[in-house]
Structure formats: C-alpha cells, structure tokens
DNA sequence: AATGAATGAGTTTTCATTCAT
DNA sequence: GATGAATGAAAACTCATTCAT
C-alpha cells in the first residue's frame, strides 16, 4: 500500500541497504536485487528511483562522505582552538558511525574504484582536498606552513592506512586505538615542530 | 604455431596481463577476455590453464604479493644491523617494480576484495603477519618490544596508506617523498623512544 | 506484456517444452534456449525460474513421475478387488498420456541418466519402490508373497522393456499389444500360483 | 616412444575408457579428454584414431554389440536342440562380461540415444533383428509361429527391461536371478502353448 | 606415433533494465 | 507508488577439434 511521501523514505533505505550489501557481497558481486531485498523493496523501484545502479552507488558513495563531513564539521563546531580542532577532525574519522565493518567496506570500495568510477573519484577528490585544506589550516597555528602540509598528510595516510586494515583484521574495530595512534602521530610532529 | 613448455610463459604472461587489465579496466569490470586478449592469446587458454577467472585473479595476487616479499628480502640481505632492516623494508615497498600505478591499483583491489574472497584474505593475512614479525624483531632491539609493537603497527598503515592515496593523486607516484614520510615516522618513534 | 500470477503457467510451459525438446534433439544435446524457445520464452526467464538446467530437468522428471502416477492412482480409485487393482497399474503405465514419443524419450533418458543425476536417482527411487509395494500389496492376495515378490518384479520388468523398446520402434506405440503383453505374463504366473 | 602396430592396442583401449567413462561421467557429460585420459593417451590421439568423438562413440557401442553378439553365439554353438539355444540366447543376454555395471550404463545410454543418434538406432535395430530371428527360428520348433514371435518379444522385452532396472539398483548385477525371471517365463509361455 | 598448445564456437548463467499492470 | 514479468546483452566456461612439433 503506497503511502505518500515515501520517496525519502526508501532512497535511505535502499542507500543503507547498499552499504550493507556491498560488505556482505563484495562490491564487484554486490546486485540490484540484492540491495533492493534487503531494503525490502523490488529492483523495480531501486531503479524507479535512483535510474541506475550506477547512481545508486553513486549516491551512496556521497551519502558516505557527507556522512564522516557531518561527523566531524560537528566535532569541529565543538572545539575550541586549533589544537583542539585537529583532534577533532581525527576524532571525527573513526566515529562510531563511520568507523564500523559495512561502512568500512564500502567506503574502501569506492576509495578503490575511484580509479575507474569517474563520480567516485571526483566526489572523493573533494572530500579528501575540503579535509586537508580544513587541517592545514589549523596546523599552520602551531607550525610552519610548510610543516602544516607534510603533517597533515602524514596524518591523513595514517588515518586512511588504519582504515585500510582494518579490512584484515577480525572483530569490532577499535576507535580508541586508532585515535591514539593517530594522536600520537600528530603530537610527536607538533613537538618537533616546536622545537 | 605452438611450441612446447608454453604453459609457464603463458601463465606469467596472463598474471602480468591480469595486472594491467585491472589497472585499466577496473577490478569489478574486467574481464577474462580482456586479460586473454592483452597476454595474447584466447579466453579459451587462460581458462585452461588456471581454470576460472577467481583463480586466476588469486594467482595473480599471489604473484604480486612474492614480489614485493623479494623486493623487501632482496633489500633486508643487503641491509647491516636492524635500523637498516627497518629502512630495508619501507624501501622494499616503494621500490620501482611496485610503487607503480598498475600494480598500486591491483593490490588495493585485491586488499579490498580481500573481505569477500577467502584466498585473497588469507594469503593477505599471511604475508601481512610476517612482514609485520620482521618488523617487530629489529626495531625491538631499538626500542622496547612494547613500542616495537607501535611503532611496526603504525608504519605499516603509514604505508598502506600512502599507497592507497596514491588512487587519488594524478601522475607517476614519487616514492621518495612516501619513503621519507615513513622514514620520518619511524626516525621520531625512535627518538622518542630511546629518551 | 507482463501478467500477474505468470509463474506457474510459465512453469507449467516450460516443463512441456522440456519434454518435447528432449525428444527432438535429444536428452544431451538440448539447450536451454531450445526449450525456452518452445515455450516462447527468453532463455534468462527459465533460468529465472528454475535456477538452472538441471533443476528445469529436475522438475521434469518430478512433473514425469507424478503424472505417471496420477494415472496410476486415478485408474486404482475405480478399480474393485486386487486383480483389477494389478491391472489398473499396468493399464496405468501405458495411458495415452504416457506413453507416448515425447514422454518415452524423455522418461527412458532420465532413467538412463539417474546413474549420474543424483536428484533424479532418488525421484525414480521413491516412484519405484511405492509402485512395487502397491503391487505386491494387491498380488499378495492372490498367490502367496514370496511369489508376489516374483511376479511384481517380473511385471515391472516387462513393463519397462517394452517402454524401452518402443524407442527401437517406428511409428505411434501400440498401448494395446503392451498391455495385453503384461497382462499375459501376470495372468499366467498367478494361474500357476493357483495350481 | 611410438611403437609399431599399436593402432589396435590404443583403439581397443579407447573404446574400453569410453565404456568406463559414460559410466562413471554420464553419456551426456563425458568428454574426449575424459576417455583418453582413462586410456592413458592424449585427447588428440583420440581424435587421431577415431576422426570425431561421435565416431569413437559409434565405434564403442559396435564394440559393445559385438561382444555381446559373441557371447550369445558361443552359447548357441554349444546347445544342443533348439530349447537349449533358447536358454542360450537368455544366458548370453546376462554373461559375466556384459551384465556389469558399466556395460550395462554405456548399453543403455546407446539404447536411449538411439532416437538421436542414426548411427546407433542402426546398429541396435540390425542386432536386434538378428536376435529376434534366432529366438523366433528356436521357438518355432516348440510352439505355433504366431506364438514364437510373441514369446520372442515378451522374452526380449524382459531382458531390457531387466537390464533398465540394473540402473536403479545397488551392487553387483545378479546374474542368476535375471536368467531364472527370462527362463521362467519362457517355460511358463512354453508350457500354454503345449496346453 | 603422439603430444600439448591453442582456438572458436556454443552453452549456461547472470543481471541491469524496461514495462504493463 | 510498486511489483513482478520479461528480456537481451555480456560474461564465464567448456570442449571438440586442429596443428606444429
């Protein structure tokens, strides 16, 4: 029975549906009727709404981005101070929200497929190039400029290569660890900037 | 005009062949064909000689991942107390024949896939193990095994990803500026850990 | 022009083309597009439905079977006292239905196949051993068991010879001679358990 | 290291792994490669002795006929009147040497595929018409010629049906049994037309 | 005589996508 | 708004067959 105004309703159904199946599938294997099951709905209607799978991916990928930006503009709004805006930003990476199996996996996936998916890599060019300007730019308060690019960098890979194993690991990823490390990182660089 | 003891040369040939097609295709979207077609002969052989498309692409991985061991090994024989070590294995991952944007787009596939193909994962999870041991056994005789612990976890994902942003990044990959980022790391971990 | 409730139809359709596709290219050589096409259907919705060749196969042998024994079971319903019982069986077995081109070639190439299909060694397992147990049953009444045993496999024997020999024939079987043919033989051997 | 004269050896050879493998592979699914595996050469020796697979398969099923050919004309030469070639055709039917597993698959399998194949439809109905003539010439000495065909067929129909049955079965072939169901019939048939 | 290399045609199978209802 | 029916194109895979050696 079709209810009005279901069309929000079923796009984040299908999106949340999309990252689920590609961690449980893969993302080469992963189908339409695999997502759209699991989102309770037929192919039919994945495609009546989001024309492609191509864009559903696609809007996936962005509904990811937008997602871990949330996480972490809203940490950002809370801090107080460059130091503490770093942290954030680090903090925000590994929120409970972003930093778990699924949206690993799929986040990994369209990092990967960047390469061939024109869309992913454009959205993930500006996401990456929004975050690095955002850290540098607090990084620049407490070192050199030119320090500030090769720490945040550093940190970025770091962040990104935590992420990427994760995807060998077995069991529940652990934010707490992956901030220390992470921290540590930028803290040990600060230093010696300082020094 | 067939020639005998083809098989090694056109197994080789279809690895190297799986490399680049994935390089230029995408991992999800190539095909055998294609990888037939670049190694020079038909579908039809490569199927016969390693039975089906998941096997051909594990033995591809298989081959990419006793490279970069023989390039880490390569530089650990040459290499003079365990600093050196360490050095030998940072520069054992971006040595020329794997720093490079076919094999850096085929290894983070396989790394991501790793989670839906069992084979990919385990041999992963193989190699990771030992180049992580290796790691452990020389810096522990430079820093507490604890750190040793640390600072092996946290060079490794500097690595990872470093590798993984070079998806992002446009142009030939320039390992010297990630060496010295892992170098770097590792230099401030040690400092550090010997105050 | 799509319909709701088109499964069984198709189903239905798609188990009758098997049959006559069988017959007229041959229990090896047919091809899922033959029987597809004969049911005027796309090759991608019999495997829609059925999941797979040998399980569109399977279904037609289970369809084969149950049709068999419908005729069977319908001709005991109306049958009075174990001697019409045991001849309800056999006029079963050489029905219009049955026994006919189509359903021999397809029926004996099951049979023959049933070494090699598991599923279908099992189906005609079951058939086979309610359809002796139904007969013995009845001759039990009429001459002792031990002979029972005797003359329902003797009967069973004769029955499958002559299906199997219809394929060396020309033109349309003869149900007729068939089951006058077996009602000879059980007719002679129960006048001898009399004796 | 090619021998002389060994043409004969390898298609004998040959014809036995054909017989072994559509028993163990199933007549639709065995391959060239299968066959010449099991005789221990090259498939493209096949191909070379035998021009085409349907050629090694017509060559087999001629094979198969013959022995059985030979084993029931070996019988005949040793009966003595015309009731014991009677027994002997029945004997031969169920002779060590063919009335074993993998004889009795290939048999059928040729049997069923007769439809399909002209080739072995010929082959069958010329041994077949043979068989029939020897019996009905035997049986015309003891009963009515209209009796003898009938008892011809009814015999002949038991044995391939018996020999069908063989398929479902588990464990050897038992031989005596066969022979003592096809005997008692004839004798009870014998008997009537005394009467 | 015999092999193993190689192919190409043909078959199964999968799925995104479309569309009538 | 939503579904299930249906397709067609593309891919994996198989295998008989050919041929140089």
């Given at each position: 029975?079709?209810?009005?105004?279901?069309?929000?309703?079923?796009?984040?159904?299908?999106?949340?549906?999309?990252?689920?199946?590609?961690?449980?599938?893969?993302?080469?294997?992963?189908?339409?009727?695999?997502?759209?099951?699991?989102?309770?709905?037929?192919?039919?209607?994945?495609h009546h709404y989001f024309g492609s799978k191509e864009q559903l991916l696609t809007a996936t990928m962005r509904h990811l981005l937008s997602e871990l930006g949330a996480e972490i503009v809203s940490r950002l709004s809370r801090a107080e101070g460059p130091?503490?805006?770093?942290?954030?930003?680090?903090?925000?990476?590994?929120?409970?929200?972003?930093?778990?199996?699924?949206?690993?996996?799929?986040?990994?996936?369209?990092?990967?497929?960047?390469?061939?998916?024109?869309?992913?890599?454009?959205?993930?060019?500006?996401?990456?190039?929004?975050?690095?300007?955002?850290?540098?730019?607090?990084?620049?308060?407490?070192?050199?400029?030119?320090?500030?690019?090769?720490?945040?960098?550093?940190?970025?890979?770091?962040?990104?290569?935590?992420?990427?194993?994760?995807?060998?690991?077995?069991?529940?990823?652990?934010?707490?660890?992956?901030?220390?490390?992470?921290?540590?990182?930028?803290?040990?660089?600060?230093?010696?900037?300082?020094?």
């Amino acid at each position: 029975m079709p209810k009005l105004g279901m069309e929000p309703v079923r796009r984040r159904a299908l999106i949340g549906a999309a990252v689920e199946a590609i961690h449980e599938h893969g993302f080469c294997e992963v189908t339409m009727g695999q997502i759209a099951a699991r989102a309770g709905v037929s192919a039919g209607l994945a495609h009546h709404y989001f024309g492609s799978k191509e864009q559903l991916l696609t809007a996936t990928m962005r509904h990811l981005l937008s997602e871990l930006g949330a996480e972490i503009v809203s940490r950002l709004s809370r801090a107080e101070g460059p130091r503490q805006r770093v942290s954030a930003v680090i903090a925000g990476n590994f929120a409970p929200g972003q930093f778990r199996p699924a949206v690993i996996s799929a986040w990994l996936a369209f990092y990967v497929q960047a390469e061939s998916l024109a869309d992913a890599r454009r959205l993930h060019g500006i996401y990456a190039r929004r975050l690095r300007s955002n850290l540098v730019h607090d990084l620049a308060r407490l070192v050199s400029r030119e320090r500030a690019f090769a720490v945040a960098d550093g940190a970025a890979a770091l962040v990104d290569g935590i992420w990427l194993r994760q995807v060998l690991r077995v069991g529940e990823p652990d934010a707490a660890t992956a901030i220390a490390m992470v921290e540590d990182y930028v803290a040990l660089q600060l230093e010696r900037g300082r020094m």
